[in-house]
């Protein structure tokens, strides 16, 4: 791949910089104060920030062109530089409408919708009116392997019955939140394990949906998003609202989580970049037995250390967003895997060097380092434990020795 910014993406990665520099870090910390008043609503200054971003262009800019009318216009690998800009503070990208699990849930529906879905879910989710969850972790079973997944989608005339229990979703405790992608299965003795599953769009305000609580991260409520336990008690919802068809379940997931692993990734390159920059602005400026702490060999190491792991993860994750472009993301899904692993594992290791050079101070509110750690090891979990993604990538390395 040819790894010179072109000029579109410099200008690009400009305009995203200008506008992080005069809009999102002056207002960090009264994004935080607006959320403590009102946990479960959207910052008013959110939707102040949405205003100027779309005015400006940045918009939508995760979609890939091959969306067409929908798509912002870039390529994986353009969006890349931008989604690393955005990921220097972790509720940014909402504000370019480029938030997870929006960006996913688009791509789900501008990918397999019907039109009556696109019309009533797609448009308003592009249009940043709305937001959504994906439904389908569960307490009762290991996840990370879908085929797992119990919640069941039962027909019964002109509608599909749910019931089960989900947890950890997204998003789902926003008062935002107006539509959920749930998975179950439709066809649970079909021999083919991976046909058993289906994917269904279930409105918030549906009877018999119950969000029980907001499950916490590291001690934290993670508002405004939350990350919700749920219960679909006989919940009913039209026929119309399968996404493209009985037992595409597996078959949506995968289509899914390719582009969403790859954003993760390329903000967690953004968040510990600014982590290693606050080390050197701690390490240059704090005194410590006479002398800055820059003087210390072992703080001069910690930089050099993460400088490097920081540009490995991001070459990496730019060669696989190249990749996708070129050969489509099932090709690609080895590289997607090697980031999957690579970027959260550095940035935990980025992040805690820096809290560690920061002492108490890093650990609190007055930095964001606490909060971009819980990130960044959460999303050693999401979309995929780093033992799933291992698992399939050294089979599929070790399958293709012998073969070759």
């Not at 009533?120 to 994906?134: K, M, V």
């Not at 949906?209 to 006989?234: C, K, Q, W, Y």
Request: aromatic fraction near 6%; charged fraction near 25%; include cysteine.
């Amino acid at each position: 791949m040819e790894f010179e910014y072109s000029e579109k993406m410099r200008t690009m990665q400009s305009r995203v910089r200008d506008f992080m520099d005069e809009h999102i870090f002056p207002n960090e910390k009264l994004y935080e104060e607006q959320i403590a008043a009102d946990p479960w609503n959207t910052a008013p200054l959110m939707e102040e920030l949405k205003k100027k971003a779309r005015s400006q262009g940045l918009w939508n800019l995760f979609l890939p062109v091959e969306h067409g009318d929908y798509s912002g216009g870039l390529t994986n690998l353009e969006y890349a530089v931008l989604a690393e800009e955005m990921g220097r503070v972790p509720w940014a990208s909402e504000a370019f409408n480029c938030a997870a699990p929006d960006t996913g849930n688009m791509e789900v529906i501008a990918k397999y919708g019907n039109d009556e879905q696109k019309r009533t879910w797609l448009e308003p989710l592009l249009a940043g009116e709305i937001r959504s969850g994906f439904a389908m972790t569960e307490p009762d079973v290991a996840s990370s392997d879908a085929t797992n997944i119990e919640t069941s989608i039962v027909r019964d005339g002109d509608e599909y019955v749910i019931n089960g229990k989900k947890h950890y979703i997204s998003g789902a405790c926003r008062n935002q939140c107006a539509v959920f992608i749930v998975m179950g299965k439709t066809d649970p003795d079909n021999k083919n394990r991976y046909i058993q599953q289906s994917q269904i769009l279930v409105p918030r305000d549906t009877k018999g949906l119950t969000i029980t609580r907001p499950m916490r991260v590291f001690g934290s409520d993670d508002a405004p998003e939350g990350h919700a336990e749920m219960i679909f008690e006989n919940v009913r919802v039209p026929v119309g609202n399968l996404v493209l068809g009985e037992g595409r379940g597996f078959e949506i997931a995968q289509g899914r989580l390719g582009p969403g692993r790859i954003h993760h990734c390329m903000r967690m390159i953004g968040m510990a970049q600014r982590a290693l920059e606050m080390m050197c602005d701690r390490a240059n400026s704090r005194v410590a037995f006479h002398r800055p702490l820059i003087k210390q060999q072992s703080v001069r190491e910690n930089i050099a250390l993460s400088l490097c792991e920081i540009e490995q993860a991001r070459l990496l994750t730019l060669k696989a967003a190249d990749m996708m472009d070129k050969v489509g993301n099932k090709a690609a899904k080895n590289v997607i895997a090697m980031i999957k692993i690579t970027a959260p594992r550095m940035a935990c290791t980025v992040i805690d060097r820096a809290i560690q050079l920061h002492g108490a101070a890093g650990l609190g509110q007055d930095t964001p380092l606490a909060r971009m750690y819980s990130y960044a090891r959460t999303l050693r979990i999401a979309d995929g434990p780093d033992e799933v993604h291992m698992m399939q990538l050294g089979r599929d390395y070790a399958a293709a020795r012998v073969t070759s």
